[in-house]
């Protein structure tokens, strides 16, 4: 592998770009197939938020653990599991908004078995990636979330009005069986230093090699975990903060855009054609763009790991911030979707801020902080999922018009006032240095 003009760890981030790109075609996919369904046949909104919402109860039990089991058993072992699990699940169960307990059920196990995915990611990478690579691999992995999305809108509105929404299903379990299949065939383990030859003079300069392909990260799964270091870390508890808000916007949008679409302006997705990928497409160019801009001012040593990613995180959420507060008061289709691609695409390129910053201050405990961290990002997706669907619910029963842009309001200033704050926090306590041995 040593000898290979393509090195191993490029083929490990092309793997896990396209894992996260299924994940979140089957995501939005559930959104849009669900709605469709459930508003045949007169779902309120309290409940469709509280359908939506279980995926993301289900998946903040398993962050922890996930990163827990990626740690013990090995990152590219569990992510395998996960994927298998959830794609069995899509395949098997019928997508039926009148089978309420069924649904809850499978929305609920969906999110446990994609729960375990991130955390093993991040392991995976921490193990593979080199520090000076970390910023674009981690962006490039994670844009495939957008790619997914994007994917996703495009897509899945005509396979449902062609094929009827149980079929988003039967597509998105063909594809995470297939990139199961994949998975299992080109990855493995990164290079350990008990699997490398004996020392010797001429064999040395190859060990090198070998281990800076792996990144030069190789944690013993027996390791001791530092929990309390962890959890009273304010570094850490900054991460947590700005991936609970990063992600309150992302799920808000991803999972009531389509629902904003078609009552609050009025106008069916599938009348909208390409313009309503924008937003996730723009996600996956912020996103490569911020981790090629990250990587150049680190190893160029034009700014520190430290103001690298503040700069970059406070640039992405407060620009965020602005959009999301002006999305209600545009009341045309162009506008909405100009407002969103600018939220979208500046959130996500603050993910080359607070994400890669997991791999900055704890590298040999990444999925780990990335568990703890991606299970405040879960919490945002229960509570801003759930509080939309209330809201919305509640404007309803005071007589008030979801087509009006007042009650839209609340549902994009909350997270836009989330997006300041979380910059501020970010501001003030993260670090790029490592605190974690």
């Known amino acids: 592998m040593a000898r290979m003009k393509f090195p191993k760890r490029y083929v490990i ?3 896990t770009f396209i894992c996260t790109n299924v994940c979140y075609i089957e995501r939005v996919g559930f959104s849009i ?40 058993i090995g990152g590219r072992r569990v992510l395998l599991m996960s994927f298998v699990l959830w794609s069995l699940i899509c395949g098997l169960i019928p997508l039926d908004p009148n089978r309420v307990v069924i649904l ?37 992995t994670t844009s495939g979330m957008y790619l997914g999305a994007a994917c996703g809108m495009l897509l899945v509105p005509s396979l449902v009005k062609h094929m009827g929404p149980h079929s988003v299903f039967f597509v998105e379990a063909v594809l995470g069986v297939t990139w199961s299949v994949i998975w299992l ?14 020392v010797s003079v001429p064999k040395v300069a190859s060990r090198e090699k070998i ?19 962890i959890i009273f870390s ?10 609970f808000t990063f992600h309150y916007a992302l799920y808000v949008l991803m999972n009531w855009l389509p629902t904003y679409f078609e009552l609050g302006l009025q106008l069916s997705l599938q009348d909208m054609g390409s313009s309503k990928m924008l937003p996730y497409l723009n996600m ?76 900055d201050v704890a590298p040999k405990f990444a999925g780990i902080v990335m568990g703890v961290s991606n299970t405040a990002g879960t919490l945002a997706g229960i509570v801003g999922v759930g509080l939309t669907g ?47 041995e």
């Not at 809850?104 to 000076?132: E, K, M, T, Y």
């Not at 001012?297 to 002006?326: D, E, H, P, Q, Y």
Request: charged share 15%.
């Open 13 to 15: 981030v092309l793997l």
């Open 33 to 72: 197939a669900y709605t469709v369904a459930a508003d045949a046949i007169g779902v309120n909104q309290s409940n469709k938020g509280m359908i939506l919402s279980m995926f993301y109860c289900g998946y903040v039990l398993s962050q922890i653990p996930g990163g827990w089991a990626a740690q013990r």
């Open 104 to 140: 809850v059920l499978s929305r609920l196990f969906v999110g446990v078995a994609q729960g375990f995915i991130f955390p093993s990611i991040h392991n995976v990478l921490a193990q593979w990636v080199p520090p000076q690579e970390r910023s674009r691999s981690v962006s490039l």
């Open 185 to 198: 065939k080109f990855s493995s383990e990164p290079p350990r230093t008990a699997d490398l030859p004996k």
């Open 211 to 229: 281990k800076a392909q792996a990144g030069g990260v190789v944690v013993p799964r027996t390791v001791r975990i530092p929990w309390r270091k």
């Open 234 to 243: 304010l570094p850490v508890w900054a991460i947590l903060v700005n991936n």
């Open 284 to 359: 996956f160019i912020f996103s490569n763009i911020g981790g090629v801009v990250a990587d150049h001012l680190i190893t160029r040593r034009i700014l520190s790991v430290t103001k690298t990613r503040k700069l970059l995180n406070t640039i992405g959420f407060v620009v965020s911030a602005v959009a999301l507060m002006a999305l209600p008061l545009f009341r045309t289709p162009s506008g909405t979707v100009l407002c969103s691609s600018i939220s979208l695409g500046f959130l996500a390129l603050g993910r080359a801020g607070f994400a890669v910053n997991h791999m």
């Open 390 to 436: 209330n809201i919305l619910e509640a404007a309803k029963a005071s007589n008030m018009d979801l087509t009006n842009s007042e009650t839209w309001k609340t549902v994009f200033f909350v997270p836009g006032y989330l997006c300041i704050f979380s910059a501020v926090i970010f501001l003030i306590f993260s670090t790029g240095e490592k605190i974690f």
